[in-house]
């Protein structure tokens, strides 16, 4: 069942995304080789917590830490810890939080230090896609067409889309109807209607598109072991278009946009 958000509800799920936004601002600031995942999580766990609110993915379905840190050929879903962070290194780093009785969620893919040009090529491509994907994120549209529009994307590029892994509705819980896959058909899959709250997230590999899980039940890599990078926002269909409640701006402005 899909949840239809009130004008006053996406409001509160934009107070919860900017507070997302600028945790990951904080995060960014602490990117640079020797830094490890953890000390990256505890900056977000405490920003979040200043702030009157929880992490929104500590403990959802017994997940460990406040951010997923994956690194290089991790696609989503790393654990933070020891991992002392590396020049040439890529680390995505999402985040949730939960607010006022509404959840937050983005993810941003940064840089430590210089990486190789096929790499900058992939973060590149992946954040562009998602806002191809939010193009087509309006009402008269389907889920397909934002699928259809980032797999086209990415795919021009010779990189490959993920998809087991998918976006999501989001409100009141974290993981809401419907799906958002980052693959698909124009035309097809629900229709895309004023009031949706959505969370687009394409997961997009420089090899091959398939995955493999960790032994710890939550981390996501390639199976080729070839890097993968993942950049997700928050947004709310309205009668305007897309309109989005997460930003990278903050990040931006303290993070090299190298890409
Ligand atoms: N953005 C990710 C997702 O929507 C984060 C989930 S991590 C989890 O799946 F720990 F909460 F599962
Ligand atoms: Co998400």
Known sequence: MIHYKTAEEIELLRASNQLVSKTLAEVAKRISPGVTTLELDQVAEEFIRDHAAVPGFLGYKGYPKTLCTSVNQQVVHGIPSGYVLKEGDIVSVDCGVLFQGYYGDSAYTFTVGEVADRVKQLLKTTRASLYKGIENAREGKRVGDI??????YCEREKFSVVR??????????LHESPEVPNYGRKGHGPRLQEGMVICIEPMINMGRKDITQDADGWTIQTADRLPSAHFEHC?????????????????????????
């Not at 087991?164 to 819980?173: A, T």
């Open 147 to 152: 699928g259809n529009a980032i797999q086209e």
């Open 164 to 173: 087991e892994m998918v976006g999501h509705g989001i409100g009141k819980s």
């Open 235 to 259: 947004v709310a269909i309205t009668k305007n278009g897309a309109e989005l409640l997460s930003t990278f701006e903050y990040i931006e402005a303290v993070h090299n946009v190298t890409i």
